[in-house]
């Protein structure tokens, strides 16, 4: 019987077990954990910090028992510290320090990733956190429920960043939000990125842009966080959500080959320069499908695609990680930012000849009660008018998410800004318009590029 | 300078007329219209009618004098009684009865549908009133107004007649709803429709499916619906939901070619039989992208599309209508219906070896509040893989009718099932999951047909 064994229980790892176990149901599947917590959404985590989520066990995609009763082996709490390439093994060490050599035929590396510190001095103070595990998430809750946090500086305005000013702001402690480039979100362009600096400071976050945070220094029971050109402020917690490093040492101590930022270098079925070796997740780059070469880009849904590609690899199929869009959506308070594809900066770097256009629609007849503006930004080229990218704010419950869903399938199919007329997408007064939202963007940037030439 | 006219001021003749001057600004655009109403949402009669709604004038997508800012001349109230292919002349009957022939060189036949009767009899008895144009809505809200429906019944279980059965229960007033076919809605499988079903009666409205009408009597002050098998009710007021017939008796009096249902024949480019003349909307035939032939489905959304490339075709351009998928969706009460592309039946039908699997889903991670059930229906080739229909229902804002439309869009593009696993969708907890609802009913799909072949 064939063994392959899974360094990582998380979505990219969980996911390549039980594909390989779908595709091969002789597979012998071991899955090896640095912790006790299989299959967790980290995405949650803000959810479990704002209290909208009591109970962090719900945070489980999957309960340890429904992964086992997929015929797959859990080894809970034990620090994967070294893989013999040659041998076909890695050494596990059990919590009382005691090592184990698996053997394996096949291999899925899923390591994930680690909080990245920013290069900031001081991290390691108490009172410090950064948001990556489960373990993280306790330990900010734990602070939360002591109830000595009066102030919270979060650093970093990006996804993590925003989601906890948010997530702070509803347990009522004033959060001070330190971004280092000049707008929040800076995954999305400056005018979106405005509208949702209005919603944070709407409701009482202290936002500061253009912000590099050098420092963290104890002050007596509180903290000092410094920054540039003179920036210090007291604070009682500090969140670091400088987004993340891929965890791949000790992979690449192993002989795996590593590319972008130290991510593992992996083809389009995740196999790596070693036969028999697979890798997915936050630890690889990532194929982007517009630009057609390697990204780091590390997303849950991606490591769960990857996972699925890397599972079905390994018990000997064929499947190909068909690329990411780089399809993202946050919530912040009331409001939805979701982009899909490029922005226009992105594009002219790759070559492209990009333009966009900005419209501003309603989520639905503006005749039926309810209707929320949209505000969508479509990149597309000129040459070719092909779509590029679209990015979208609304309304949380204005179908934000799955309009930029329709985008990111057009993109998939590389379809022009025009085309996207042609598809024949649902319509009723209280959920859309003859011409969805979408395909006004369309329309909107179709006319703008007729005024540029005429 | 060469002269477009265009037959009917609703949703295809106005996006003719709107997408002629965008191609070729130096068209002289002339719009026909049978009454005062150009381009209003037909679709939002039900809403004006519950009260949701307060000012019919709110329905129209664009006010006159928007259409008549983009250089298009208007001439409502007349009845267009003739067409000359020969002298390329419309006779136009003005409110005093007075003819006027219109020249054209390019004309866009956009006439429409109108109620179908059903075959019952007594439909033009007072109180019985279908729901097609605006004067038909003006005349149901000034008999609601008048207070003196204590009863309704609605004739017909699609899409018309429950938005007004739930339009009329939001007005406190008890509703019949009767249906012909086995399950309300029969545009979707019985699975969902008896879902339908449930939320009509948890609102009071009083469901008979099964059921024929042949005839509406008076009854005193009152009127009698009478059907098969003994059934007959007293009501105060009948709304006849039972459809469209395209309304294209005036061009195929013309010599323009008919065919199903004595709907207009036209081509891609929305071109009849007769050199300069096209057609679009509800008075045509709709080329359908999966059955690769021409059947009858009136909707708005596809008067839009077929205007659109009516309108550049009248203008010279070359534009090919690219095909419905029959993507509808409706609101009832707290729910949304949704399809798209073909139910097994018609994929049977069709040629197709399809196979339907139902999914349970949440519209979001289970663990943020708020998460509401989904339940979906895949249709796709056993042979091939490939999707061949979608159906949704959930509740109204858990993203039903954006989901079913990047189905749509995958349908549009012929996908695979298990090619929508590649998708990158949009995640966030609060917005969806890692594997979006649309990926998990690709997911059940696939694991149905698995487990089928072991």
Redesign the interface.
């Known amino acids: 019987m064939s063994r392959l064994l899974v360094i990582g229980g998380s ?1 990219a790892g969980v996911t390549a077990a039980l594909r390989a176990r ?1 595709v091969d149901p002789s597979l012998e599947v071991t899955m090896i954990l640095a912790d006790q917590y299989p299959n967790f ?1 980290i ?2 985590l803000p ?1 479990f910090l704002s209290g ?2 009591d109970d962090w066990h ?2 489980a ?1 999957r309960k340890a028992d429904e992964i086992a009763a997929q015929g797959i082996q859990l080894l809970p709490g034990r620090a994967s510290t070294g893989i013999d390439m040659r041998a076909h093994t890695v050494t596990a060490r059990d919590e009382s320090g005691v090592d184990a050599a698996l053997r394996y035929d096949a291999l899925v590396v899923a390591t994930g990733a680690r909080a990245s510190r920013s290069g900031i001095e001081g991290t390691d103070l108490a009172g410090v956190h950064t948001l990556h595990t489960i373990d993280d998430g306790l330990s900010v809750r734990k602070r939360l429920n002591a109830g000595s946090v009066e102030h919270a500086v979060v650093i970093g305005s990006g996804y993590i960043g925003v989601e906890m000013a948010d997530a702070l702001a509803r347990r009522r402690i004033p959060v001070l939000l330190l971004g280092r480039s000049p707008t929040v979100l800076p995954t999305v362009d400056p005018s979106l990125g405005a509208l949702i600096q209005e919603e944070l400071e709407r409701n009482g976050i202290e936002v500061r842009s253009g912000t590099t945070v050098r420092a963290i220094a104890a002050a007596g029971a509180r903290l000092e966080v410094v920054g540039d050109n003179g920036f210090s402020r007291r604070t009682d917690l500090v969140i670091v959500a400088g987004g993340v490093e891929p965890n791949s040492s000790l992979a690449a101590d192993a002989g795996l080959a590593t590319g972008l930022r130290k991510a593992l270098v992996v083809d389009r079925q995740m196999r790596t320069n070693v036969p028999g070796v697979f890798a997915a997740g936050d630890c690889v780059e990532t194929w982007h ?1 517009l630009l057609q070469r390697p990204t780091y880009l590390p ?7 990857q996972g ?1 590609v890397a599972g079905e690899a390994a018990a000997g199929g064929d499947r190909a ?11 912040v308070f009331d409001l ?1 930012v ?1 982009r ?1 594809g490029l922005r226009d900066d992105e594009a002219t770097a790759a070559g492209f000849t990009p333009f966009t256009v900005e419209t501003a629609s309603w989520h639905h ?5 309810g209707a929320q503006r949209l505000r969508t930004r479509v990149t597309a080229d000129l040459r070719t008018g092909r779509l590029l990218g679209a990015q979208m704010v609304g309304h ?2 204005a ?8 985008f ?3 993109l ?2 590389a379809m022009t800004v025009d ?1 996207l ?12 318009a ?3 939202a ?1 395909q006004e963007a369309a329309q909107t940037w179709l ?1 703008a590029v ?1 005024s540029r030439r005429n």
């Open positions: 979505d779908e959404s995405c949650g959810f909208e989520v719900d945070l995609h499908r997303l849950g849904t991606t490591a769960h695609k699925r990680f068909q690329g990411s869009l780089g399809t993202q959506v946050v919530k939805a979701a899909t007849k503006a005749y039926y009660p949380w419950q179908e934000v998410a799955k309009r930029i869903d329709v990111a399938t057009g998939f199919h085309a007329n042609d598809l024949d997408l649902s319509y009723t007064p209280p959920m859309g003859p011409w969805d979408v006319a007729r």
